[in-house]
């Protein structure tokens, strides 16, 4: 493990923290273990978040850090699907165009290890289906800002668990409105009030499936 560049991370120093990643690229170390270090950097940088140390603005700056660290890696063989922990469907509900909080989960969920579809904004039950299909999500994602579209998130959950397109798989919601009320009517899993709770209960439920 390289402490530095896990501590340039967690203490959002950017241009230490490319420069360390310049130093292992040059050392051959293999990009896996260099994203695993920044990893670790991000559950510092989550951890600090939860203890209200850093807020909003720094969670989303580590996410763009971490995104340009990873533009620095070369091809080295390791293969592009070994790096990812799992995938994560996420969208905007049907009738709501509401694309900030969406946007910032999918970048943080991104920079955590998880391959992200988006299915963008105002998305229909037929996107989600269609996406959970074709991607076999271990997690899938509901953002809604609008109380007024509480009722297609639940239409969209309701289809998914008619298709049997629930089974093994975590439907989180979540949006300024949301609450723990917003969970139990609109039938999902669980309810996340940021988007580094998201990343917990994923990473979360994704343990409990690799002990089960």
Known sequence: MNEALVQAMGD???????????????????NLDIIADLQVGLNIVG????????????LIMSAEIFKEAQE??????????K?????????????DIHDIGKNIVTSVMGSNGFR???????????????????????????????TTAFDSMKNTITAIREAGLDEGRL??????????????YVGGDAY?????????????????KQTA
Do not use: N
């Open 72 to 81: 620095l890696l070369v091809d080295d063989g390791s293969g592009d699907e």
């Open 12 to 30: 959002l120093e950017e241009d230490l923290l490319f420069e360390e990643v310049k130093k292992d690229i040059a050392a051959g170390r293999p």
């Open 171 to 184: 439907l989180m919601i979540g949006g300024g409105p949301c609450d723990s009320d917003t969970l139990k």
């Open 47 to 58: 951890d600090l978040f939860a203890k209200k140390e850093y807020f909003l603005s720094e």
């Open 192 to 208: 996340c009030e940021t988007a580094q709770d998201g990343v917990t209960e994923a990473k979360k439920f994704l343990e409990a």
């Open 83 to 95: 790096e990812y922990i799992g995938t994560f469907v996420m969208g905007t509900v049907a009738t």
């Open 116 to 146: 992200v579809i988006d299915v963008g904004i105002d998305a229909p039950i037929e996107k989600y289906i269609e996406a959970i299909k074709e991607y076999q999500p271990e997690v899938v994602g509901f953002s809604c800002l609008l």
